[in-house]
T-cell receptor, first 115, second 115 residues
Framework: KAGVTQTPRYLIKTRGQQVTLSCSPI?????VSWYQQTPGQGLQFLFE???????NKGNFPGRFSGRQFSNSRSEMNVSTLELGDSALYLC??????????????FGEGSRLTVL | AQKITQTQPGMFVQEKEAVTLDCTYD???????LFWYKQPSSGEMIFLIY??????QNATEGRYSLNFQKARKSANLVISASQLGDSAMYFC????????????FGTGTLLAVQP
């Protein structure tokens, strides 16, 4: 069974540009959540989608947005990039929205560098 | 507000010895889940072990066990028989009991296994 796939793995952008990151969850999983990891702020929750609906959103500016498609694949977009957006962006998938289970698996991440 | 505290920024352990990584949490929700993840230098978050707040027994997964002390709000990870490949960053995380897969992460502990 394939794991969570994130693309691209690495990318370099310049300030002011925008970027789109993709996450393909484990087959059959309908929940996708996104996290930003930086040395200064650690791991911070961005947003969460279930069955194409955003269910939860973290404390990030409106430049950060996302969506989920009918096949459960998710994309996140960051517009007008700033130097501080340089981070590892991680995606996690689960088959359900919550519950008494530890089923929450991450991909390898997309490492974004903003110059 | 929910909070995860990992007080050990870094630890050393000799190969084949056991090591305990500390994690304390704070939540007012009676239903929650606690996770431990391993993050090697590649960046991927690898799921290790899960403990639900209503689970009667401490979780175990191979060489990993979770020492869950609910009254003290602690969820320490015990790695038995450390291996060189265990060298990585370890994160404790919590999910509350609502309809969400949002995780709150600790700041992590960097474990170095010495031969």
């Amino acid at each position: 069974k394939a794991g969570v796939t994130q693309t691209p793995r690495y990318l370099i952008k310049t300030r002011g540009q925008q970027v789109t990151l993709s996450c393909s969850p484990i087959s059959g999983h309908r929940s996708v959540s996104w996290y930003q990891q930086t040395p200064g702020q650690g791991l911070q929750f961005l947003f969460e989608y279930f069955s194409e609906t955003q269910r939860n959103k973290g404390n990030f500016p409106g430049r950060f947005s996302g969506r989920q498609f009918s096949n459960s694949r998710s994309e996140m977009n960051v517009s007008t990039l700033e130097l501080g957006d340089s981070a590892l962006y991680l995606c996690a998938s689960s088959s359900r929205l919550a519950g008494a289970t530890g089923e929450l698996f991450f991909g390898e991440g997309s490492r974004l560098t903003v110059l | 507000a929910q909070k995860i505290t990992q007080t050990q920024p870094g630890m050393f352990v000799q190969e084949k010895e056991a090591v305990t990584l500390d994690c304390t949490y704070d939540t007012s929700d009676p239903s929650y889940g606690l996770f431990w993840y391993k993050q090697p230098s590649s960046g991927e978050m690898i799921f290790l072990i899960y403990q639900g707040s209503y689970d009667q027994q401490n979780a175990t997964e191979g060489r990993y066990s979770l020492n869950f002390q609910k009254a003290r709000k602690s969820a320490n990870l015990v790695i038995s028989a450390s291996q060189l490949g265990d060298s990585a960053m370890y994160f404790c995380a919590m999910r509350d009991g609502g309809a969400t897969n949002k995780l709150i992460f600790g700041t992590g502990t960097l474990l170095a296994v010495q031969p």
